[in-house]
């Protein structure tokens, strides 16, 4: 239901566009991000309306954004820093019940993920 593509390498300073091709469109969808060790976090969401938040920690460099035309929902990095070096997952749910704004939701689907590296 959910496939990304876009990761890759990157030396710091670069940027990356991550693409999420979905099945259906869902009431929040989001990207997701993981290092080995750590727990999976939020980095940005997008509500079906278009209202979306970010994590403190890309704002201001991240961009998420959806094409309804395609299915898709985009994520824009740049200014990319190797700590922003992971799996990024993209992430969809229908639960009207919590808000889309709410940056440690669950979600029920998740996609296989994509690898990005940052050199420093």
Known sequence: QLMESGGGS?????SLRLSCKYTYDSFCMGWWRQVPGKEREAVAHIQETGRTIYADSVSGRFTIGKDKAV????????????????I???????????????????FRFTGRGTQVNVSS
Do not use: I, K, W
């Not at 990157?10 to 670069?14: E, K, M, N, T």
């Not at 990024?88 to 669950?106: E, I, K, T």
């Open 10 to 14: 990157v030396q710091a300073g670069g």
């Open 71 to 86: 299915n898709t929902v985009f994520l824009q990095m740049n200014s990319l820093e190797p700590e922003d070096g992971a």
């Open 88 to 106: 990024y997952y993209c992430r969809a749910d229908g639960d009207y019940g919590v808000p889309c704004s709410n940056l440690l939701r669950h």
